[in-house]
């Protein structure tokens, strides 16, 4: 080998090591919306809903017209499509715990929610986290365990974040080549053991408030950014057995999908399957004067637009 090969070699793998490849998210997710769901047959599938909206996807498969593109492989993030169509008799979890290595969360991220909690804009997004047990299905009950039950329980509608591959370190430039797809949450929360000195200590506590089984329900449909860009205006809501209690717009993010992934991933790496949380915005319980708790029974529906919905009945145990 010549001394300009060698040269050209040497320079080569320096600069793939200080470059790293960034491929972009068409090149490992092929389809558009996502959802698990069972065929007529009673099998269980991944595929493409056959829609123009996710927001049309539970009123069609309850009307027994939802067609949906088949695809195949182990879990929602290893998927290749293939020629089936066939119709959605149910839609079944998206995400189960198992498929999610850990679910983080950004707090006060809303700058009317900011102002509604009375606290000082962050310089940095506020960051705690939930268990894989926490995630729950669009349509499942939440279970109240009794020491929540005690005029504590909030809502918190959010946008949610699933992080397609592995990546640390992720420049803000780079971050949507991670996400696999946005989906619509509610972060319940048990307000005493987060903020009560009685309960909580001199400093407000997040992870045990919030990170309870089954209290990170999640939508059906994941929709990727080839939809939705980077879900920085689309309008979320928040309902309690009917009554709208959050109305806001994402564009009130303080910090956006991509600064939250280039400031999460710093010196740690998001795993694939990942789902991060980012904010709710204002009309939480806790805000209200007086405050308003969720009691056994109630439903909390929260619909993001081009998401769906995410609908949960409150349970006491």
Known sequence: MSTGCRYFSTSLLLWIFTH?????NRATMSWQRLI????EAGQEAFGEPIVDNADDVQTLVDQ???VVKVF??????????TSREVKAKKLLPLLYPRDVPIVKCIGLNYTAHIKEAGRTPPPYPSFFVKPRGSIASHDEDVPIPPICQNDQVDWEGELSIVIGRDGKNIRKEDALAYVAGYVVSNDVSARKWQRDPAYAGGVPQWCFSKGFDKWAPVGAVLVSPRVVGKADNLRIRTFVDGETMQDSSTADLRFDVEDIIAFVSQGTTLEK???IMTGTPSGVGMGRK????LQDGQVVEVRIEQLGSVKNRMKFE
């Open 20 to 24: 790293p490849i960034h491929l972009g």
């Open 36 to 39: 698990r769901f069972e065929d």
């Open 64 to 66: 027994g017209s939802l």
């Open 72 to 81: 195949t492989g182990e879990g929602p993030f290893d998927l290749q499509p």
């Open 273 to 275: 399957g990942t789902v």
């Open 290 to 293: 007086p405050p308003v708790y």
